[in-house]
């Protein structure tokens, strides 16, 4: 019988569990790392490790994406508006798509993140029927689109199936879905959790779920949600590093008081914060996120934080859309992990998505410093937060993940290799490796030009609209 050979890397830099190391030898098998160590002094080079310029971080978890949104990219902008104005432009895009047209934008945008060093990407997907609610012949035909690209791209996903179930929610109750909402819902919980039971996770997907929004899903239906989410979704092959079941709760993940204006109508008609809502029903644990968490009291920060709910940071996406800074100090110091997303993808670069965070906490205190460079870093790489626990590290045994950026471009030149994140941008990012298989080259996609992937995908939506 014939074993793969090892794959051999030697890392400049590398940021390993205990920091910033030089010259650190990669071993990689079978898309998993079976060793790293640094080279003590003195000690010969392997002559079969290929050299890695830079500093290699470990691979970059998007947190929360919507890839159907990058079609808004600068188109947006000249007339101003709030959150829900945009939404309105956002709405229409939604009512084109369809699940070719969905493949090739969400195959190019997915290519985009791996050229910023995305290893892993959550996509809060809720574009699950056709125009109008008509369901397709695959009731997942969206969601297969979207493993489809992630696949191609070279991503692991993680599919955060989301129930839509109402319009909106005032001060006399939820609303029904309008005409451009009915192919985001499933008429209610149990629906929902039916169609998402037919899906199956594999090494390269896991299903997830998701809650909207408490506007969009009533209270009375968030703990079945939440109960779906804690059996287990998305059963299948695999060696169970992205499958969900009895013993391994699936992620699940919430929109979380991005507006006062939700917070507002939760008040109104619930009597209670979105959060205190939602941690009625048992959504809040260690496996679920709460993205944006913009506007919370201390009682709502000492809720999250307490279950060890992850919070999901989104600072070039918040500050697009003048949502606000959110606590994530705060947060961080209440027990809530920490992760990132780049969201609407008017902006796909993880370490801006950092820098965000940082500059935002420090426009917010008035002082530097409020999260480290391993802190940041933290954040960059929470795979668990999207159900895989054995990606994030440089380490053995853990997945053959890693990205490495130049420390030579007019960016990055001069910059200490443990500060590097802090000076460099997506186009800093030189290689990436997914589960051991070489994504990025030198800069490059496997598909080729992504910058045309992208022009068209999205120039074929406003033209075919």
């Not at 060093?117 to 056709?130: D, I, L, N, R, S």
């Not at 199936?161 to 909402?181: I, N, V």
């Not at 919370?296 to 307490?306: N, R, T, W, Y």
């Not at 080259?441 to 068209?456: I, N, P, Q, S």
């Amino acid at each position: 019988m014939r074993h793969p050979v090892p794959t051999r890397y030697l890392a400049e830099y590398a940021w390993l569990p205990d920091g910033v190391r030089a010259e650190v030898l990669l071993e990689v098998e079978d898309g998993r790392f079976t060793q790293v160590r640094v080279l003590q002094h003195g000690e010969d080079r392997p002559g079969d490790a290929r050299p890695l310029r830079g500093v290699v971080f470990p691979g970059f978890a998007n947190a929360h994406s919507h890839a159907f949104h990058r079609a808004l990219r600068g188109r947006t902008h000249g007339l101003g508006g709030t959150f829900w104005t945009w939404r309105q432009a956002m709405y229409q895009v939604a009512g084109r798509l369809d699940p070719d047209s969905y493949l090739r934008l969400a195959r190019a945008v997915y290519a985009e993140m791996a050229l910023a060093g995305v290893t892993c990407v959550g996509e809060f997907h809720y574009v699950h029927h056709a125009p109008g609610g008509r369901r397709y012949d695959d009731p997942n035909a969206m969601a297969e689109a979207l493993r489809q690209a992630a696949r191609e791209a070279g991503l692991r996903i993680t599919l955060l199936d989301t129930a839509y179930l109402a319009g909106g929610l005032g001060p006399d109750g939820h609303t029904p879905l309008d005409q451009l909402q009915l192919r985001f819902g499933d008429g209610d919980a149990e629906t929902w959790a039916k169609r998402v039971s037919e899906l199956r996770s594999s090494e390269q997907l896991r299903v997830g779920a998701a809650i909207h929004s408490v506007r969009a899903v009533p209270g009375s239906s968030l703990g079945a949600i939440a109960a779906a989410a804690s059996a287990g979704l998305g059963g299948g092959g695999g060696d169970g590093g992205g499958v969900g079941g009895p013993d391994r709760p699936a992620p699940v993940h919430v929109h979380l008081s991005e507006q006062p204006a939700e917070n507002e109508a939760c008040l109104a008609y619930y009597r209670r914060s979105p959060a205190a809502l939602l941690a009625d029903h048992g959504v809040w644990s260690e496996h679920a996120t709460a993205v944006h968490a913009t506007h919370l009291s201390p009682e709502d920060i000492a809720l999250v934080g307490g279950t060890r709910t992850t919070v999901c940071l989104c600072p070039t996406t918040e500050r697009d859309l003048a949502d606000g800074i959110g606590p994530a100090r705060a947060l961080a110091d209440a027990g809530a992990p920490l992760s990132l997303g780049s969201d609407q993808n008017a902006v796909v670069d993880l370490l801006e998505e950092a820098r965000g965070l940082e500059s935002h906490e420090r426009l917010a205190s008035l002082r530097r410093g409020r999260f480290t460079p391993a802190e940041l870093l933290a954040a960059m790489t929470a795979h668990a937060s999207l159900g895989w626990a054995d990606a994030g590290r440089l380490a053995a045994g853990a997945r053959a993940d890693f990205v490495v950026v130049r420390r030579d471009s007019v960016r990055t030149a001069g910059a200490l290799p443990e500060q590097i994140g802090l000076a460099a941008t997506a186009a800093d990012v030189a290689t990436v490796v997914v589960d051991g298989t070489e994504v990025v080259t030198d800069g490059r996609h496997r598909l080729g030009d992504v910058a045309a992937l992208l022009t068209e995908a999205v120039e074929s939506l406003w033209r075919d609209s």
